[in-house]
């Protein structure tokens, strides 16, 4: 028995069956969690109790803990940079050409927006690439139906807000339509 007890160095009390082994040394060492304890009572009135230590066991949790928490926040990071790649691409820079489409027609009324509509002609895919389209063709009708005598109109109308004023003073423009 006590050659047993040597060999397994992780028993730090066996009590029963007449002999008790208790290491009090260890057991104030460990905590709570680090021990493990089994009772047995047989069918006499005697009652067998072992209790292990498992310390080492949990380190070894401990450092699996440790490396899932690693591995997720590398997951965690990787898969928010990619979503906020497709977001930026997806969302945000449409919306910027957008942006720069009408701050240009503001500017400047009679803009060739060649450029615009071939990109927006040929990839509408999704809403925002739709939306683009739509501004573009708006304002291919604006430039229509102003022309060049309302260009200027248009320009100053944009460029103060977005909103008409209708009692702004007007301009006399000589052309030949």
Do not use: C
Request: proline share 3%; glycine share 6%; no cysteine.
């Amino acid at each position: 028995r006590k050659s047993f007890l040597d060999s397994h160095d992780n028993i730090i009390v066996f009590k029963g069956a007449g002999r008790d082994f208790i290491q009090q040394d260890r057991i104030e060492t460990l905590r709570p969690a680090e021990m493990l304890s089994f009772q047995a009572t047989p069918t006499t009135n005697s009652t067998i109790m072992a209790i292990f230590d498992v310390s080492e066991e949990s380190k070894i949790a401990a450092w699996y803990s440790f490396g899932t928490t690693i591995i997720v926040t590398i997951l965690l990071a990787a898969l928010s940079l990619a979503m906020n790649r497709d977001a930026y691409r997806i969302m945000i820079r449409p919306i910027e050409s957008m942006k720069e489409t009408v701050t240009a027609l503001s500017q400047n009324p009679l803009l060739h927006l060649e450029k615009t509509m071939k990109r927006s002609e040929n990839t509408t895919t999704s809403e925002t690439d739709m939306l683009e389209a739509a501004i573009g063709k708006m304002g291919k009708l604006l430039q229509i139906g102003f022309g060049t005598a309302g260009a200027s109109i248009i320009a100053k109308s944009l460029s103060d807000g977005g909103e008409l004023d209708p009692m702004l003073p007007g301009s006399r423009v000589n052309a030949i339509f």
